[in-house]
C-alpha cells in the first residue's frame, strides 16, 4: 500500500545522497555563480576564498550529511562549523593555532562583524574587503547554500531551492557596480537553468514516474532543455544589450534618488586603511612622475563624532585652475603626472596643495577638505597632470604663528577643535601633560608629535578603530597602533588643548623605480594629522613612528621614512604596503563620509571585548524569527500546491486525500505503523487522538476509498476524488481543534516534512 502511494507523492525521506550527486553538482554551480556576483561589491579578489570557499564547503557538508542520513539541524550546524573554518583561514589566519579556530578567533570575528554593521551604513561598491565585511558575505552564502540544499534535497522543491540564489542576486544587483554585469548574469541564468533540468530530470523516489516515459525519455528531455537553456541564454546576451532602450535610464532606480543636488554618503577612507596594508599590500594603485617625493593626499576628515573621523562638505566644478591662496609661509612648485590602476576611489591623489589639473574632465574641488573628486564612479583608469605650490615652513616662522580670532576666525576654530562630550578625563589630562613646557601651538603640535613617535609602537596587529574606547586602549593599555591610531590620537588631544586639527589621508610617496615613477602600493596607504597654525596655514606633522614626510624635516625633526617590504626605511627603498580608498559623488555635489544613521560605539578591541550588543543580538533573533514565521509556511503551501498539482488521475487525487489526512495524524502521534493496512490504521488512530465519532467515520470511509483507488482505480466513480478530499478536510479540523491553539501553533511553524508513517 505504502509502496504504491509513494510513487504518486512528495517522498517521506530525503533521496540517497548518491542518487542526487549531478543535481547536488548543479545546484552547487549556482550558488558558486551567485557567490561570484559578490566580486561586483568588493575591490581586488581577497573576497573570493571566503566567500566561495564557504559556500563549496557548505554543500560538501550537507551532501555528506544526507549520505550519512543525518537530520537537517545536524547539515546546517556543521555548514556553520565549515564556514567559521573557512573565514578563519582565509580571513584571519594569524588568529588560529596551527590552522586550528581558538576561542580568539571567534572573538575577533565577532569584532569584525560588529564593526561591518556600522561600515555598511557608510561603504559604498566597490567597497574595500574589510574583515567583517568578507565574514558577512561568507555567512550569508552558507544560508543560502543551506537552504537551497534543504530544499532541493530534504524538500524536494526545485522552486524552493532556487530562491534563496534569486534573494542574493537581488541584493548584489541594488548594491554592486555595473562592471561585469552582463557576463555575471548570463552566467547565473546558465546555472540557474542547469540545476532546475537537471533537478527536475532526475528520478526522486519515482515521484515524476507519470512525467517520464523511461529512461531514455528523460535523457531527452533534459538534452532539449538544455541546448533550448543554452540558445536563451546567449540570445539574451549577444541580442539584450542591443534592443532599443537597453542603456536608458532607469525608470524607477532603486540605487539613488534624490532631488536637487545629488548626494552621496561613503565610507570614511580610515576604515579603509588596514585593509589596504594587510590584504592590498603588494597591489599596485597608481603611478606618479614627479621630480621629489611627497605624500600623495586624497581628502581630510573633519569631524568625530566619538567613534569616526568623517567629513560632509560640498564640492564644486572646477577647471584647469584650482582656485587657492599661495602658501603663506612661501612653496615650492611640483609637477605631478598620475595614472591610476586599481584605487577604487573618486578622490584624486595630489601633493598639498594643488593649484591645477589637466587631462581629468569634469573634477571637483573642495577648499575646505583641499581635495578634487572625479567625475566617474571611481579614478581608476584615469591619468592626469596636477600642479602644487608644496608648502615650505620654518620653525622660526611657526612659532610666530597665533590662533587669535583676528587670524583664525571663531567660527573655523570651533569647527576644528570640537569634539563629541564625554571625552575620557585621562586623555585630557595626558594632552596637558606632554604639552606641559610648550608655549607656542607650534611647540605644543611638535610636543604632541614627538611624544607619539618616542612612546608607542607601530603594528598591524593592533586592533582597528579610533573611538573613544580604542583612544583609551591605544593610549593607556596596547601602546601600540597603525597610522589609523596615531593621527587620530593626535588629532583628539590637539584639539583637547584648542589646536585645530583634521585628519589627512592619503599615501607615502612609494617606490621610485627605474622607469621614473613613484609605484604606490596598498601598503602605503596612510594618515597624519594636520594642524591649522594661524596665518600660516594648515600644517602636518607625523606621529607614527617609522614614517616621515618629505620636505617637512626642518619643522617636524622626521627625517622622510616609509614602509618597506622589511619594515620601516628611507623613501626611495623598496616600499612596503600602503593603501586609502573611498568612493564619492561627481562634481557639483556633497561627498560625505559621515555616517546616515548614529553608529553605536564600536567594539573596544580584539580580545573579546567585541562582537555584538545585546539589542543587535535582540534584533538578529527578532528577524530571523520573523523570517521562520513567513519562510516555514510559505515552504508548505508551496509543496502542498506542487501535490495537488501533480495528481490528475482522480485515483491519484484520492491517494493524496488520504495521505494528508494521514499526515495531520502522524503529527497528533498517530501515524501508521509499518504493515499496517490503511483500514487498520483508521480504526486505531481516533482513539489514540480522541476523535469523535464522526471523524473517526470520515477516516474509516476515506482508508476504504484509498484503497480502492491503489487497487483499483478503474472501479472508483466519477466524483469519488472530491468526496475523498471533503472527509479529508472534515479530519484536519477535527485533529486541529483537538489540538489546541498552542500545538496548532508548533505544527505551524514545524519544518520537517510531516510523516504520514511510523520510522520505528
Same mark, same amino acid.
Given at each position: 500500500m505504502r509502496g504504491q502511494t509513494g510513487a504518486r507523492t512528495a517522498p517521506a525521506a530525503p533521496a540517497p545522497a548518491g542518487s542526487t550527486v549531478a543535481a547536488t553538482l548543479a545546484l552547487t554551480a549556482l550558488t558558486l555563480v551567485t557567490a561570484a556576483g559578490m566580486g561586483r561589491l568588493f575591490r581586488g579578489t581577497t573576497w573570493a576564498a571566503p566567500v566561495l570557499g564557504s559556500a563549496a564547503a557548505c554543500h560538501a557538508v550537507c551532501w555528506a550529511s544526507r549520505r550519512a542520513r543525518w537530520p537537517n539541524v545536524v547539515a546546517a550546524v556543521l555548514a556553520v562549523v565549515a564556514t567559521f573554518v573557512v573565514v578563519a583561514w582565509a580571513v584571519v589566519p594569524g588568529t588560529t593555532a596551527y590552522g586550528i579556530p581558538t576561542p580568539h578567533t571567534l572573538s575577533v570575528l565577532g569584532h569584525d562583524l560588529g564593526r561591518a554593521r556600522h561600515d555598511f551604513s557608510t561603504a559604498r561598491a566597490p567597497a574595500p574587503a574589510l574583515p567583517g565585511f568578507l565574514t558577512a558575505a561568507a555567512l550569508a552564502m552558507a544560508a543560502v547554500a543551506v537552504l537551497a540544499d534543504?530544499?532541493?534535497?530534504?524538500?524536494?522543491?526545485?522552486?524552493?531551492?532556487? @530562491?534563496? %540564489?534569486? &534573494?542574493? *542576486?537581488?541584493?548584489?544587483?541594488?548594491?554592486?557596480?555595473? $562592471?561585469? #554585469? /552582463?557576463?555575471? +548574469?548570463?552566467?547565473?541564468?546558465?546555472?540557474?537553468?542547469?540545476?532546475?533540468?537537471?533537478?527536475?530530470?532526475?528520478?526522486?523516489?519515482?515521484?515524476?514516474?507519470?512525467?517520464?516515459?523511461?529512461?531514455?525519455?528523460?535523457?531527452?528531455?533534459?538534452?532539449?532543455?538544455?541546448?533550448?537553456?543554452?540558445?536563451?541564454?546567449?540570445?539574451?546576451?549577444?541580442?539584450?544589450?542591443?534592443?532599443?532602450? @537597453?542603456? %536608458?535610464? &532607469?525608470? *524607477?532606480?532603486?540605487?539613488?534618488?534624490?532631488?536637487?543636488? $545629488?548626494? #552621496? /554618503?561613503?565610507? +570614511?577612507?580610515?576604515?579603509?586603511?588596514?585593509?589596504?596594508?594587510?590584504?592590498?599590500?603588494?597591489?599596485?594603485?597608481?603611478?606618479?612622475?614627479?621630480?621629489?617625493?611627497?605624500?600623495?593626499?586624497?581628502?581630510?576628515?573633519?569631524?568625530?563624532?566619538?567613534?569616526?573621523?568623517?567629513?560632509d562638505e560640498p564640492y564644486s566644478p572646477v577647471g584647469s585652475q584650482i582656485p587657492v591662496p599661495p602658501p603663506p609661509g612661501g612653496g615650492q612648485a611640483l609637477a605631478q603626472s598620475y595614472r591610476i590602476s586599481d584605487l577604487g576611489s573618486i578622490w584624486l591623489p595630489a601633493a598639498y596643495l594643488p593649484t591645477a589639473i589637466g587631462g581629468a574632465p569634469g573634477v571637483s574641488w573642495d577648499a575646505q577638505s583641499d581635495s578634487l573628486i572625479s567625475q566617474a564612479a571611481t579614478s581608476d583608469g584615469e591619468s592626469y597632470r596636477i600642479s602644487s605650490d608644496v608648502p615650505v615652513f620654518n620653525p622660526a616662522q611657526l612659532r610666530q604663528a597665533s590662533l587669535a580670532g583676528e587670524v583664525v576666525s571663531p567660527v573655523v576654530r570651533a569647527r576644528y577643535t570640537q569634539l563629541p562630550t564625554g571625552v575620557p578625563l585621562q586623555v585630557v589630562a595626558l594632552a596637558r601633560r606632554i604639552t606641559a613646557g610648550a608655549s607656542t601651538p607650534y611647540d605644543k603640535a611638535l610636543a604632541l608629535q614627538n611624544y607619539l613617535r618616542d612612546n608607542y609602537s607601530y603594528s598591524l596587529n593592533a586592533p582597528a578603530g579610533h573611538s573613544d574606547s580604542a583612544l583609551v586602549s591605544f593610549l593607556f593599555e596596547t601602546r601600540t597602533g597603525y597610522c589609523e591610531q596615531f593621527a587620530g590620537a593626535y588629532a583628539v588631544m590637539a584639539r583637547l588643548l584648542g589646536l585645530p586639527t583634521r585628519v589627512a589621508v592619503g599615501f607615502t610617496p612609494g617606490e621610485r623605480q627605474s622607469d621614473g615613477l613613484w609605484h604606490v602600493l596598498g601598503m602605503h596607504a596612510h594618515a597624519w594629522p594636520e594642524v591649522l597654525l594661524g596665518q600660516y596655514g594648515w600644517v602636518a606633522f607625523e606621529p607614527t613612528p617609522g614614517r616621515g614626510m618629505p620636505g617637512a624635516t626642518s619643522y617636524t625633526g622626521v627625517t622622510p621614512q616609509q614602509a618597506n617590504a622589511g619594515g620601516a626605511g628611507t623613501i626611495g627603498t623598496v616600499p612596503a604596503p600602503t593603501g586609502t580608498t573611498a568612493p564619492a559623488n561627481p562634481g557639483g555635489s556633497r561627498v560625505s563620509t559621515r555616517p546616515t544613521t548614529p553608529p553605536a560605539a564600536q567594539a573596544r578591541g580584539r580580545g573579546g571585548r567585541g562582537g555584538f550588543s545585546p539589542l543587535v543580538a535582540l534584533l538578529v533573533l527578532a528577524g530571523a524569527a520573523g523570517l521562520w514565521l513567513i519562510t516555514v509556511p510559505t515552504v508548505r503551501a508551496a509543496r502542498r500546491r506542487r501535490r495537488r498539482d501533480q495528481a490528475v488521475a482522480e485515483a491519484e487525487r484520492v491517494l493524496l486525500a488520504w495521505e494528508e489526512a494521514a499526515e495531520w495524524l502522524a503529527l497528533s502521534g498517530a501515524p501508521r505503523r509499518r504493515g499496517e493496512t490503511l483500514l487498520e490504521h483508521a480504526g486505531r488512530a481516533p482513539t489514540v487522538v480522541g476523535l469523535g465519532p464522526d471523524p473517526a467515520r470520515l477516516l474509516r470511509e476515506l482508508a476504504v476509498d484509498a484503497e480502492t483507488a491503489a487497487y483499483a482505480p478503474e472501479g472508483r466513480s466519477r466524483g469519488a476524488s472530491e468526496a475523498a478530499e471533503e472527509r479529508a478536510a472534515g479530519i484536519e479540523r477535527a485533529v486541529r481543534e483537538k489540538a489546541g491553539p498552542w500545538r496548532r501553533a508548533l505544527w505551524w511553524l514545524d519544518p520537517r516534512p510531516r510523516r504520514s508513517v511510523s520510522r520505528t
Open positions: 534543504w530544499a532541493a534535497f530534504r524538500l524536494h522543491a526545485t522552486l524552493e531551492a532556487v @530562491a534563496p %540564489a534569486l &534573494a542574493m *542576486l537581488v541584493f548584489v544587483s541594488v548594491l554592486a557596480t555595473d $562592471s561585469h #554585469r /552582463t557576463d555575471w +548574469s548570463a552566467g547565473f541564468v546558465a546555472a540557474l537553468a542547469l540545476f532546475v533540468v537537471v533537478h527536475e530530470s532526475t528520478d526522486r523516489s519515482g515521484e515524476r514516474v507519470r512525467f517520464t516515459g523511461g529512461s531514455g525519455r528523460r535523457t531527452y528531455l533534459s538534452a532539449g532543455a538544455l541546448v533550448l537553456t543554452a540558445g536563451v541564454v546567449a540570445a539574451a546576451v549577444v541580442v539584450g544589450p542591443r534592443l532599443p532602450g @537597453a542603456h %536608458a535610464s &532607469a525608470v *524607477l532606480s532603486v540605487r539613488h534618488s534624490s532631488t536637487g543636488a $545629488s548626494r #552621496r /554618503t561613503t565610507v +570614511s577612507p580610515l576604515v579603509d586603511i588596514r585593509s589596504r596594508l594587510v590584504d592590498e599590500s603588494n597591489v599596485e594603485l597608481f603611478t606618479v612622475q614627479a621630480t621629489q617625493a611627497a605624500y600623495w593626499r586624497l581628502t581630510s576628515l573633519d569631524s568625530f563624532d566619538g567613534n569616526i573621523w568623517s567629513s
